[in-house]
């Protein structure tokens, strides 16, 4: 066709005129706007049993600020990380696992043969990996995991059986394959789109999943204890967040029309891919690229102070008016993911010499509330996320920012499995809101008759 990028553009402007809703509509029907209250509390759409997630509480209807908690079946999760502290050096995302599929901590003969059957299940299918990976590369890993996912269900006799045992086995083989799917997807991107050497390590069934990983992405496979421990630390602390986050709520809706297993991973994984979800992460890798590139290495705070103020002004780095990194739809006083995440990020950088990044970070945690006071003209409570210091414990780990999100995929996936399941035990019904539509009745109009 002739002229068809003008084409296109008279379509998209057609579909842009036709998509418009006026904003006053949304406060006649009382439209709660990303299932959010005007509080910004969230509807209540659902029970769970699996995470809670608590940032602040209500009192005579107000919301009032709270140090935040974060909750797998009943257990607060800075408690479990420290457990295994005092424990030496156990990996502790397997038995998250186990916690958040079967509802209890295991003991040490649960946990073995747990780890045994993993283990085992992390295995790809015969051929898999040239055919569906290294043949078929993409640019991003996880449209390659969704990708995978799908043709997973090729491997499966019993794929759209839904029973609960068969749905627990399929969870459980997703799960031990998620970090080597994400890996080889690296692998591929290093060969085809890097031009760089292609290395393919088997993964060792008695290692840990962080172990592993870092074992599958590395060309000598080698690691630290210190760099397993904390990669094995930043995936317990991704791995649920309630059922209300984007990606689990997803896995509710889509499990409510009773579809396969694969089909339901496959849209978790597209929801945890967007930037406002799992990829916030590479948002604050590019802002602080950013600011380190206007500011220098060794920014004062008041360099900082000021880039905060141009990122809040559209100013600086995508535009967006978001300092990437601060805040949350919760969590109002703090995150407490990103409280672990904050001390573990402080040990690493005093091991690889990177105080002197740490602190720019922590500069940007100190400053944004009042900046944003400030600029905006009220007072929000404003905490620093998880993902502001997730991106730089990637960084210090070496791990390529292709690997941010997957990473998230592979913890959260924990998560995803034990919503799924419980949906399927107790949802009941199909998940199904109301829109109102806006559009005024028209009559038909024949061909001849159309302008």
């Not at 066709?1 to 509509?25: F, G, P, R, V």
């Not at 399929?170 to 060969?191: D, M």
């Not at 050497?197 to 290692?207: A, E, Q, R, V, Y």
Request: proline share 4%.
């Amino acid at each position: 066709m002739k002229d068809e990028k003008i084409y296109i553009k008279n379509l998209c402007e057609q579909s842009i005129s036709c998509s418009q809703i006026a904003q006053d509509l949304y406060e006649r029907y009382n439209v709660k706007r990303g299932l959010r209250n005007r509080d910004g509390t969230g509807v209540l759409v659902g029970l769970t049993n699996i995470g809670e997630v608590h940032g602040y509480t209500i009192d005579e209807n107000e919301k009032i600020p709270d140090q935040g908690k974060l909750y797998y079946r009943g257990y607060d999760v800075e408690k479990i990380i420290e457990g295994l502290q005092q424990s030496g050096s156990r990996f502790g995302f397997e038995e998250t696992i186990y916690l958040l599929l079967f509802g209890e901590l295991p003991n040490a003969g649960q946990l073995e043969d747990f780890c045994k059957l993993l283990g085992a299940y992390r295995e790809l299918p015969s051929n898999f990996t040239v055919d569906m990976i290294l043949k078929i590369p993409s640019r991003n890993i996880m449209n390659k995991l969704a990708r995978s996912v799908l043709v997973l269900y090729s491997y499966d006799d019993l794929a759209e059986d839904i029973s609960i045992p068969n749905v627990l086995r399929q969870c459980l083989q997703l799960i031990a394959q998620f970090p080597v799917l994400s890996a080889y997807g690296y692998q591929a991107i290093r060969r085809y789109y890097e031009s760089k050497s292609l290395f393919l390590h088997n993964p060792d069934p008695k290692l840990s999943t962080a172990e592993n990983f870092l074992r599958l992405t590395r060309p000598d496979g080698s690691f630290s204890p210190l760099e397993a421990e904390l990669l094995d630390q930043l995936l317990i602390v991704h791995a649920e967040h309630g059922g209300g986050n984007n990606s689990a709520f997803t896995m509710h809706v889509v499990t409510s029309s009773a579809t396969d297993t694969y089909s339901a991973f496959a849209a978790a994984v597209g929801s945890l891919k967007g930037p406002r979800h799992g990829g916030a992460s590479l948002h604050v890798k590019g802002m602080m690229d950013d600011l380190l590139k206007e500011c220098g290495n060794t920014p004062t705070d008041d360099q900082i102070a000021s880039y905060i103020e141009k990122l809040l002004d559209r100013q600086a780095f995508d535009r967006s008016g978001l300092v990437y990194g601060m805040g949350h739809a919760v969590y109002t006083a703090s995150d407490p993911r990103a409280v672990i995440l904050r001390e573990k990020a402080r040990q690493l950088a005093e091991e690889k010499e990177m105080l002197d990044q740490f602190h720019i970070y922590e500069a940007i945690e100190k400053l944004t509330p009042e900046i944003f006071e400030r600029k905006k003209g009220f007072a929000r409570p404003l905490c620093a996320n998880v993902d502001l210091y997730s991106g730089f414990v990637y960084n210090m780990l070496g791990i390529p920012e292709a690997l941010y999100t997957p990473i998230f995929a592979i913890a959260r996936i924990a998560g995803w499995s034990a919503h799924r399941l419980e949906q399927l035990i107790t949802g009941g019904k199909i998940i199904r809101p109301a829109y109102k539509s806006t559009s005024k009745r028209r009559p038909y109009v024949q061909m001849a008759d159309r302008t």
